[in-house]
């Protein structure tokens, strides 16, 4: 079965509690925190007071994506805030290595998320070292977009690279996620689902979790 990580981005924030508290009860994996810095990303989304929070309100793993420049500056406080996985940018990390070895020194699974146009033949040296890659399936920076039909091709080839070395990696694929296109994305190979809109627009998010996880 799929891991589920809703991406509390499309969350109702005036009601942080009870969304936590459904989630809590649904069949939900992880909880997704979408940290933006209006600079990597054209969007600024929330950051450690409210990681810190949300962690006290679950007992999940809390995935906390990192679309920032210079991520490295803030691991730590990410560690403090509640994380349980950091994920940076392949893009936003010229010592992309040094970054993931932080992560894991500070106690955290290190994720590397890629953009859409990044090959995934780019990972080929990191892969070993690195726990969740995050492959994007929109543009980062907003919920609600709609999915890039061309990342189930980059699914595929990760996963078969992933299965070759015989590595324990996991792919999660963020964005435009909807229950028409979820089965696709795990026939390709991700073993992960992150969605936003999907879940927490819908009248019965729990409902939907069920349906993703059982996909
Ligand atoms: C996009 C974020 C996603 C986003 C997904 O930059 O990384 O996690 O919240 O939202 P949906 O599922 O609405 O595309
Ligand atoms: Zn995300």
Redesign the pocket.
């Known amino acids: 079965m799929p891991v589920i990580a809703p991406?509390l981005?499309?969350c109702n924030f005036l009601k942080l509690q009870e969304e936590c508290d459904m989630l809590n009860e649904s069949e939900a994996d992880w909880f997704?925190l979408?940290i933006m810095d209006g600079r990597f990303?054209p969007n600024i989304s929330f950051g450690m007071p409210l990681v810190e929070k949300i962690r006290k309100a679950t007992n999940k793993p809390c995935d906390v994506?990192l679309?920032i420049e210079e991520p490295g500056k803030y691991a730590a406080d990410f560690k403090i805030a509640g994380a349980d996985h950091l994920i940076v940018h392949y893009e936003a990390c010229p010592h992309l290595h040094r970054n993931i070895q932080q992560i894991k020194n500070l106690g955290m699974k290190a994720g590397i998320a890629i953009n859409p146009h990044t090959p995934v033949q780019l990972l080929q040296d990191i892969l070993e070292y690195t726990d969740i890659i995050c492959m994007?399936s929109?543009n980062?920076?907003?919920?609600?977009?709609e999915f890039i039909p061309h990342t189930l091709t980059k699914i595929q080839l990760l996963r078969q690279r992933i299965d070759q070395l015989k590595l324990n990696t996991v792919i999660e694929v963020?964005?435009?996620?909807t229950l028409q296109n979820a089965k696709a994305v795990i026939e390709a190979g991700a073993h992960g689902l992150?969605?936003?809109?999907?879940i927490f627009n819908a009248p019965d998010p729990k409902g939907v979790i069920q349906r993703l996880k059982h996909i």
């Open positions: 991406s981005l499309a997704h979408d990303v994506h679309m994007m929109v980062p920076g907003f919920g609600g977009q963020d964005g435009g996620i992150v969605a936003g809109t999907t």
